[in-house]
């Protein structure tokens, strides 16, 4: 059986765990991997990609930065999380503050150092991610407007990085972009309705704090309704092969969330919004491989003649 300490320790675990949101850490590898794959460096072998210690090593520096981004939102937010969300917040108080603090500089010194070793190009972007996450935690967060343009910008920077590396500047990778960057920006306004009740005790300005929820809902309804544009473009303009069932699918449950985002009133709702979008989100992770199947059986070949 568990001692006490045991038991304490592993509580810890859990909780860092929690705050880095480590549950995310496995998704966002497999878009970076998949993106690289199947959409920025598709004339490669898939073999080739996978094998590419430089890659590896940026997608790592990813995970790190990112998951200290986590915490330093998390030391932010303490006060408002202990309103929106109590039992996780007192699941993260279980990591004293300070000791959130060393791990967040800990896992940007190391990201730094790691993201040097393959180039001061390298080094100098994701000192500046690792800069502007925290701007976005400690000031621009609490603005509307600005702050849910800084999150999502965010967002997708990491794959920025990897689209740097690979040196690939088709239009149809910014077609993707510009589709992912809609549906987190949705989300991040979503979640400024679902924690409405945080923000006006933190005097956090979102758009449903400064404007009303109504205006919130429009721009909302605004945005979905503008993901038709890159979809058109996707599918119209360049071969996605199979993924364009993905986006004919995802349409579909955009403009039923609309219906859903106006009888929406409570945060349960909001909630369940919140979650349709993550859910389009990570689906389109996997979706991906539709681009081209043929590459994961050719890699599947390649692989037992190893």
């Known amino acids: 059986m568990l001692t006490r300490k045991s038991k304490l320790t592993l509580m810890k675990i859990l909780s860092l765990f929690s705050v880095v949101r480590g549950y995310n850490i496995p998704i966002i590898v497999l878009a970076q991997y998949l993106s690289s794959i199947f959409i920025l460096a598709k004339d490669e072998r898939a073999l080739d990609v996978i094998l590419d210690w430089r890659l590896f090593i940026l997608v790592f520096v990813s995970t790190l930065t990112i998951a200290s981004g986590y915490i330093i939102n998390n030391f932010y937010d303490a006060q408002k999380d202990l309103i929106n969300r109590p039992n996780k917040s007192m699941l993260d108080r279980l990591v004293s503050q300070q000791t959130k603090l060393k791990v967040y500089f800990g896992l940007n010194f190391l990201a730094t150092g790691l993201a040097y070793s393959i180039s001061w190009r390298a080094a100098f972007f994701f000192a500046v991610y690792i800069f502007l996450i925290w701007f976005y935690s400690h000031k621009l967060k609490k603005y509307p407007i600005v702050g849910n343009l800084t999150a999502s910008v965010l967002a997708v920077m990491p794959f920025f990085g990897i689209l740097l590396y690979f040196k690939n500047f088709y239009h149809v990778i910014f077609a993707h972009a510009g589709f992912l960057f809609l549906l987190i920006l949705i989300r991040e306004m979503i979640k400024d309705l679902e924690n409405i009740k945080g923000d006006l005790a933190s005097d956090y300005q979102t758009i449903p704090v400064r404007f009303g929820t109504n205006v919130s809902k429009k721009m909302i309804t605004a945005l979905t309704i503008a993901t038709v544009i890159p979809v058109f473009i996707l599918v119209e303009k360049y071969d996605v092969g199979y993924m364009d ?62």
Not at 252 to 270: G, H, N, Q
Request: with cysteine.
């Open 245 to 306: 069932i993905y986006f004919y699918i995802a349409l579909i449950i955009l403009m039923y969330f609309i219906r859903l985002l106006w009888k929406s009133e409570t945060r349960e709702e909001y909630v369940q919004l919140h979650i349709i979008l993550k859910t389009l989100i990570v689906a389109g992770v996997f979706c991906i491989v539709l681009i081209d199947p043929t590459v994961l059986v050719n890699g599947k070949k390649l692989l037992a003649g190893l």
